[in-house]
T-cell receptor
Framework: DVKVTQSSRYLVKRTGEKVFLECVQD?????MFWYRQDPGLGLRLIYF???????EKGDIPEGYSVSREKKERFSLILESASTNQTSMYLC?????????????FGPGTRLTVT | QQQVKQSPQSLIVQKGGISIINCAYE??????FPWYQQFPGKGPALLIA?????SEKKEGRFTISFNKSAKQFSLHIMDSQPGDSATYFC???????????FGKGTTLSVSS
């Protein structure tokens, strides 16, 4: 059974803190993605990676960075958390190549920045 | 060019009725159109997908209708059930083909 796991379901951080969100997949997928989900705005792509140490900016990369040191792990980093980064964060993975492959999502991390 | 516009934002349907969610796109380079279903507390999961070389795809009670000339596609849920209550997202692959662009989502409530 395919599985994408995220390190925390709920996280509360203070403004200015450095925040790490971890995602691990066990499907040997090359592609991994980070989205944020906000009511009325849908899923917005923050960053994606198509190989180890490779990354591409998505639609809303400002204030975020990513790290992919191993194929199965993709980390999202908030360098200095702000209240407007309070959101649900979703990680996904898929087979390599085009965007035409099914993306498998984790359960999400609900981050609150106070 | 890169947007996928989804409507309605929310939908209430009686049990046994037909639920219809619509999406429109501008970029004719898109060639893959999936629908994802998300239950509360869960990540989205692929429900059904279509490519533009067919006008309709059916899987059980779920059907995608695709109109290439109008650049529109829709999800039809026949005989809607309370268990179908979820948020539905349409999507299309981006111009480079490396990621998906999602619509803003439709929250469906099926009343019993």
């Amino acid at each position: 059974d395919v599985k994408v796991t995220q390190s925390s379901r709920y996280l509360v951080k203070r403004t200015g803190e450095k925040v790490f969100l971890e995602c691990v997949q066990d499907m040997d997928h090359e592609n991994m993605f980070w989205y944020r989900q906000d009511p009325g705005l849908g899923l917005r792509l923050i960053y994606f990676s198509y190989d180890v140490k490779m990354k591409e900016k998505g639609d809303i990369p400002e204030g975020y960075s990513v790290s992919r040191e191993k194929k199965e792990r993709f980390s999202l980093i908030l360098e200095s958390a702000s209240t407007n980064q309070t959101s649900m964060y979703l990680c996904a993975s898929s087979l390599p190549g085009t965007g035409s492959y099914e993306q498998y999502f984790g359960p999400g991390t609900r981050l609150t920045v106070t | 060019q890169q947007q996928v516009k989804q409507s309605p934002q929310s939908l209430i349907v009686q049990k046994g009725g037909i639920s219809i969610i619509n999406c429109a796109y501008e970029n004719t380079a898109f060639d893959y159109f999936p629908w994802y279903q998300q239950f509360p507390g869960k990540g989205p999961a692929l429900l059904i997908a279509i490519r533009p070389d067919v006008s309709e795809k059916k899987e059980g009670r779920f059907t995608i209708s695709f109109n290439k000339s109008a650049k529109q596609f829709s999800l039809h849920i026949m005989d809607s059930q309370p268990g179908d209550s979820a948020t539905y997202f349409c999507a299309a692959n981006n111009q480079a083909g490396t990621a998906l662009i999602f619509g803003k989502g439709t929250t469906l409530s099926v009343s019993s």
